[in-house]
């Protein structure tokens, strides 16, 4: 089973609005988590990074919240761009006893039009 | 951007080739890896390397091999590639190979889509 699962699977959105995507995940012990961006045929890239003492982190027009006790975070997009269209993928490191270790969700397919 | 590259970006073969997919890196980073990817689905790590001469299987099993005779070169083969192959292949590196640091950020080359036939 998935320690990382996120929700809507898919969204499509008009450009300007805003949106919410949700992660929530069972990876314990948590060590961080951490939003990537994947455009279509591309590679996943870093947006934020968050540990278990942060609850928010702003990357532009990207905010991203965190809640260690109930083990969900949100990445929030204000203003939306066509090219904000892209899977937005969720990424949980664990504190292992030796090094960490990535658990990945499936992404949210997310969709702006004009 | 990452300088991290693949090559080729897009490979269509017959059943029972052998195929080499290219992964390099200009960061200097000793920690590299190849993620599989299906359309809709969660990136599965099939194959790690630490360094020179350092290569690991992932926590998918996977037919193909790596090498890694020089820091900047991680290339993955299939000796005899099947439809079952088919799949998106990601390239990673990173600077100290332990995700659970907030430093140790892994960068993602462009992918191979590899369609066999």
């Known amino acids: 089973k998935n320690q990382v699962e996120q929700s809507p699977q898919s969204l499509i959105i008009l450009e300007g609005k805003n949106c919410t995507l949700q992660c929530n995940y069972t990876v314990s012990p948590f060590s961080n988590l951490r939003w990537y961006k994947q455009d279509t045929g591309r590679g996943p890239v870093s947006l934020t990074i968050?540990?278990?003492?942060?609850n928010t982190k702003s990357n532009g027009r990207y905010t991203a919240t965190l809640d260690a006790d109930t083990k969900q975070s949100s990445l929030h997009i204000t203003a939306s761009q066509l090219s904000d269209s892209a899977s937005y993928i969720c990424?949980?490191?664990?504190?292992?006893?030796?090094?960490?270790?990535?658990?990945f969700g499936r992404g949210t397919q997310l969709t702006v039009w004009p | 951007e990452a300088d991290i590259y693949q090559t080729p970006r897009y490979l269509v073969i017959g059943t029972g080739k052998k195929i080499t997919l290219e992964c390099s890196q200009t960061m200097g980073h000793d920690k590299m890896y190849w993620y599989q990817q299906d359309p809709g689905m969660e990136l599965h790590l099939i194959h790690y390397?630490?360094?020179?001469?350092?290569?690991e299987k992932g926590d998918l099993s996977s037919e193909s091999t790596v090498s890694r005779i020089r820091t900047e070169h991680f290339p993955l083969t299939l000796e005899s590639a099947r439809p079952s192959h088919t799949s998106q292949y990601l390239c990673?590196?990173?600077?100290?190979?332990?995700?659970?640091?907030?430093?140790?950020?892994?960068?993602f080359g462009p992918g191979t889509r590899l369609t066999v036939l």
């Open positions: 968050m540990t278990f003492s942060e």
């Open positions: 990424v949980v490191s664990d504190r292992g006893s030796t090094l960490g270790r990535l658990y």
């Open positions: 990673a590196s990173s600077k100290a190979g332990d995700p659970s640091l907030v430093t140790d950020t892994q960068y």
């Open positions: 390397s630490y360094g020179v001469n350092s290569t």
